[in-house]
Every structure is written in C-alpha cells, then in structure tokens.
C-alpha cells in the first residue's frame, strides 16, 4: 500500500489549504484514515480521524478550524484546513488503517503559515 500526500504549502496566517492524501495498491477495505503532524522538537500528534462509518475526531486545537473528509471511491482522505495560525506549521502525515488492521504512512506534506 503506497500512500501519496499532497496540498501542503506556504500560508498567511488566516488562509487555508487543503490536504490529500491518495491510497493506491493491495487494498481490500480501509478502515479508518487519519491525519497527523510533527511540528520542529515535537512529537507526532493527532489532528484528525474518520472511520469506515464516518465517524470524525479532532485535537482540541483544530476544532471547528478543520475538516475531514474520505472519497471511498478513490481511497483518499482530504484535510480542509481554515483560519490557519503559525502554530499550525507542521510536516503533515496521512495514516490508513485497513481491514487487516495494518497501518500505512504517508510521505508528509509540510504546511507553513507565516506570521
């Protein structure tokens, strides 16, 4: 399974961006898809989660600001980020779970808001 992560960029603080991450290979069902950032001297940490039923999880810190969304159809996951802040700045992952509950990880997106 080869995960393939894009959208990511330089922002004004305020803007928005949109992540994609497509899912391409032996796939027989994904379960959950989610995505993750690690900013510089941090841990990696939840941003967002939807599983096979559709059911979302955010951090804290991003509620009400982003959106997760999946195509089932094209095995993608999309992370619509709005009201961006400096302390968004990140490398971005996309993770997939599938139905062998096998995990697979995403090249990472960096996503930059300046100030």
């Known amino acids: 399974v080869q995960l393939q992560a894009s959208g990511g960029g330089l922002v004004q603080t305020g803007g928005s961006l949109r992540l994609s991450c497509a899912a391409s290979?032996?796939?027989?069902?994904?379960?959950?898809m989610g995505w993750y950032r690690q900013a510089p001297g941090k841990q990696r940490e939840l941003v967002a989660i939807?599983?096979?039923?559709?059911?979302?999880n955010y951090a804290d810190s991003v509620k009400g600001r982003f959106t997760i969304s999946r195509d089932n159809a094209k095995n993608t996951v999309y992370l619509q980020m709005n009201g961006l802040k400096p302390e968004d700045t990140a490398v971005y992952y996309c993770?997939?779970?599938?139905?062998?509950?096998?995990?697979?990880w995403g090249q990472g997106t960096q996503v930059t808001v300046s100030s």
């Open positions: 993770r997939v779970v599938v139905r062998s509950l096998n995990a697979y």
């Open positions: 939807i599983t096979s039923g559709d059911i979302t």
């Open positions: 290979g032996s796939i027989f069902g994904i379960n959950a």
